[in-house]
């Protein structure tokens, strides 16, 4: 969960001061509460990798964003998709209102 919440979002970092932007101070809050337990959001480069580090071992996590579905108001959600450069698994991340995502769940 906490890597989730240090991929999926659309924050920048400021090279020149390196503090987080974005339009959304919940987004900013969730990032930096994923930073506190362990998980770093250290920036996407100019090739869409974003690079999180995870604290417990020091290993810098990579993934190329391929794709951002932005949150609006129609969709009340936020969607990203990522490739695992280690793995290079595929996944959908997506959050949102917990009404508009637990229509989406499916259970086995």
């Known amino acids: 969960m906490l890597l989730f919440l ?3 979002h659309s924050i920048v970092i400021d090279k020149r001061t390196g503090k987080m932007n974005s339009a959304s101070p919940d987004e900013l809050a969730l990032v930096d509460g994923a930073a506190k337990q362990g998980y770093v959001f250290k920036g996407k480069d100019a090739d869409n990798v974003v690079s999180i580090e ?3 071992d020091g290993e810098i996590l990579k993934y190329v964003l391929l794709n951002t579905l932005e949150f609006n108001s129609t969709r009340k959600r936020m969607s990203v998709i990522v490739k695992n450069l280690k793995t290079q698994q595929i996944s959908l991340l997506c959050k949102g209102a917990d009404s508009i995502i637990k229509k989406r769940l499916q259970t086995e």
């Open 6 to 8: 240090a991929l999926c």
């Open 54 to 56: 995870r604290m417990s």
